[in-house]
């Protein structure tokens, strides 16, 4: 069933993940989801924060909801291929389910949580209601949908002063197994006064495979929590990613996010960061590369409702091919909000002349005692600087490397981990068809 014919009403090839043992305002949370997809449907070009993205070659797929079941191809190898190995503790899904096989849950400091939404839900799902309790399609309605379908993901409680050192791996992966499946994975994160870590989200896939996965991440930081979050992108070209990452910040809390989007047919990345404690901070980094046919989306909203409360955004996106990029950055600042230091940036790079990117900062502000900035910056490569590399013997694409690396260095600079930021060079070195030795040491 395409998840076209499911926005017509609740049928029975999408039905609410009820459980017997689940409390009843779960059920229902599930079910009034699904209603509100059903009567609603699924966005489109007139919704301002789809327009630039059409959804028609996904919604005509024929979905199966992924089942724990599902996912028989996966090897150990594979996973260690598409997430680079961090130490520490590492949680791996397959198709939206946790896998004990491929997991690694050793080494966790006292006053820290790691575990899993499903054993969550079986053990004491009362923690879970505010998660599950907004009104259905208050966001969107893939959001809703999650709602509806969630059964797992990973659950982690930082209790207050609890400072976790090594990051916490989350792997998503997905094995279609030539039945298209869409996955619904949900992680909530909790972050008491005081406490500190770092979290890894890695999506990938079985190449050529054709699935969608639409995850959520929930984030809620008390007074002085940090958390510095991480999220790789790397599905199959022959895949969909729709994911939504929702944070609440509470006093003097510090939230930084940066994000790396490689793969997917169509590939949306949401980000709604509430401020509602004064002093909090956040910050978002973000770096896309589509290719080829790909239609990668940023979406960023920033709400600052609290005094004193700052926000920075630098989101660059290097295109090739037909590919579409698009930024979406929206900064609100409420009435009150005295004090706000806000700046949001995206800069673009085309390498061809067919790829296409779209890009719309907004500021709405509401008060008057802020300092608040955006632009943006659409180009193509520098033929003046390209042609100063071959006057010095430098073969053509080596050039255009050296070009792209100085582009999106500055993103690379900002990965603090430092396997991590290795991927990534070696991802910028090798997209175009550069050579490796672009890497930096």
Not at 15 to 38: C, I, K, Y
Not at 82 to 88: F, Q, R, S, T
Request: glycine share 10%; hydrophobic share 45%.
């Amino acid at each position: 069933m395409t998840l076209q014919r499911a926005a017509g009403g609740v049928l029975a090839g999408f039905e609410p993940r009820l459980g017997t043992r689940d409390p009843a305002w779960l059920n229902d949370a599930r079910v009034d989801a699904l209603q509100w997809v059903g009567e609603h449907g699924f966005p489109t070009h007139k919704n301002e924060d789809w327009k630039y993205t059409g959804l028609a070659p996904l919604l005509a797929v024929p979905f199966a909801a992924a089942t724990v079941a599902s996912g028989s191809r996966v090897t150990a190898e594979m996973i260690d291929a598409a997430a680079v190995d961090l130490g520490g503790l590492r949680l791996v899904f397959i198709n939206g389910h946790y896998s004990a096989q491929f997991s690694r849950l050793t080494g966790l400091p006292a006053g820290a949580v790691v575990t899993t939404l499903a054993a969550v839900l079986a053990a004491g799902p009362d923690r879970l209601e505010p998660f599950f309790a907004h009104t259905p399609g208050a966001r969107h309605a893939f959001a809703a949908f999650n709602d509806a379908l969630a059964e797992d993901g990973a659950f982690i409680h930082l209790t207050a002063g609890a400072i976790v050192d090594e990051p916490i791996q989350l792997v998503f992966f997905s094995d279609a197994g030539g039945v298209p499946l869409i996955s619904s994975p949900r992680s909530v994160l909790i972050a008491d006064p005081g406490s500190r870590a770092t979290i890894v989200e890695t999506y990938a896939g079985i190449e050529a495979d054709v699935y969608c996965t639409n995850a959520v991440t929930e984030v809620v930081l008390a007074e002085d929590a940090q958390i510095e979050h991480y999220k790789v992108q790397n599905e199959p070209v022959t895949a969909f990613h729709v994911a939504l990452l929702s944070v609440r910040q509470g006093r003097g809390s510090r939230f930084s996010s940066r994000s790396i989007m490689l793969g997917g047919a169509i590939a949306r990345h949401e980000v709604r960061v509430l401020l509602d404690g004064v002093g909090a901070e956040v910050s978002l980094d973000g770096i896309y590369l589509p290719r080829g046919d790909q239609l990668h989306d940023n979406t960023i909203f920033v709400d600052h409702a609290a005094t004193d409360c700052t926000s920075h955004q630098l989101y660059k996106g290097v295109l090739d091919g037909r590919s579409h990029g698009v930024f979406n950055g929206h900064i609100m600042v409420r009435h009150g909000a005295d004090g706000t230091d806000a700046n949001q940036k995206n800069k673009n790079l085309l390498l061809s002349d067919r790829a296409e990117v779209d890009t719309r900062p907004r500021l709405e502000i509401y008060t008057d005692d802020v300092k608040c900035t955006h632009g943006a910056a659409v180009g193509q490569m520098d033929d003046e600087a390209l042609m100063y590399l071959r006057a010095r013997a430098i073969p053509l694409e080596e050039a255009r490397g050296l070009l792209i690396y100085a582009f999106v260095h500055e993103m690379v600079d900002r990965i603090d981990l430092l396997p991590l930021r290795a991927q990534l060079e070696r991802v910028v070195a090798g997209r175009f068809g550069n050579d490796a030795h672009l890497v930096a040491s």
